[in-house]
């Protein structure tokens, strides 16, 4: 019997690296993400090799995301290792003049809807003693950066969240792992400049960023240390990115 990931936001970025590693690996893959068409794409690329299920999910729908896991096909139904990938940012602007519909899509998604995939998919893992939960963070999380406001918090959220996790899992055999990437090169930056690609090209011009593939092969080589090791965290930047001075204001 293959091994079963389970990864939201697997359409784009991360999450179909981080399938495609799995499925290279010979796991099967529970394939998740809002844009139809693209885990079907993913579904044909990837089954011939292995058992792919698609659903067409958006996390913020906690009665959703309850039925899609409660009604995984047998063959899927025990979850070795989750990946709550799907997130995003959107907008740079400082917090005066960030818009609240923003704000909420993101606590939406980034947070409770990684809430949510959680609940439903931990019982599971509890009940056959062990299991991994691979929640994508940020440096966002730990590192402030002016326009990164709401995005950041909820990256902090994700980060500590992860461990409270673990404080609550002793004793269950279910690992969590919070992976917290800085610079990579996806859609993220089209999604958070609503679609300016132009923009979005300018934040990884003359650089060299992460890549999808990357962060995938970090979530992968997590999930494949001995069972007795849990890897709390990895935070990771490309080498062309560090930090800098923080800022005085002089009059
Ligand atoms: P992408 O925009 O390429 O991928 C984001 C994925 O999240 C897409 O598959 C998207 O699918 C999915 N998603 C967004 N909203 C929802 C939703 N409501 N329900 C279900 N799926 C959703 O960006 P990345 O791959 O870069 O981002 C993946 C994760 O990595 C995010 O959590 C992001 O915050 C984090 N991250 C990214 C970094 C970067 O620099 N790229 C660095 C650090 C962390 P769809 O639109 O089809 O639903
Ligand atoms: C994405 C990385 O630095 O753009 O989480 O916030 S950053």
């Keep these: 019997m293959p091994k ?4 939201t936001g697997a359409t784009s970025g991360f999450g179909a690296a981080t399938a495609r590693r799995f499925a290279s690996a010979g796991w099967q893959i529970v394939a998740t993400g809002r844009r139809e068409e693209r885990p079907a794409a993913l579904a044909a690329e990837l089954a011939p ?7 067409t999910l958006d996390v913020r729908d906690a009665g ?28 740079l602007e400082p917090a005066p003049s960030a818009h609240l519909d923003d704000w909420d899509r993101i606590v939406d ?3 409770k809807g990684l809430l949510y995939v959680t609940r439903a998919v931990l019982p599971g893992m509890v009940e056959r003693h062990g299991g991994h939960v691979v929640n994508i963070g940020s440096i966002a999380g730990s590192w402030p950066y002016p326009g990164g406001n709401c995005y950041g918090a909820s990256k902090a959220f994700v980060q500590q969240f992860s461990r409270n996790l673990r404080a609550d899992l002793p004793g269950t055999g279910v690992r969590v792992t919070n992976i917290e990437p800085g610079l990579a090169e996806t859609e993220f930056s089209v999604v958070r400049f609503k679609g ?4 979005a090209g300018q934040v990884y011009a003359g650089t060299q960023p992460l890549t999808a593939e990357d962060i995938a092969e970090i979530v992968y080589w997590t999930t494949q240390l001995p069972a007795h090791v849990n890897i709390n965290a990895v935070e990771v930047m490309p080498t062309s990115q560090s930090w800098s001075a923080l800022t005085i204001t002089r009059k």
Excluded: C, Q, S, W
């Design 4 to 7: 079963t990931l389970f990864v």
């Design 49 to 55: 090799a292995v058992p792919v299920h698609t659903i």
């Design 64 to 91: 959703a995301v309850a039925h899609a896991v409660a009604t995984l096909p047998a063959a899927f139904r025990e979850v070795d290792v989750l990946v709550n990938n799907a997130g995003l940012a959107l907008g």
């Design 109 to 111: 998604t980034n947070i």
């Design 196 to 199: 300016d690609a132009d923009k």
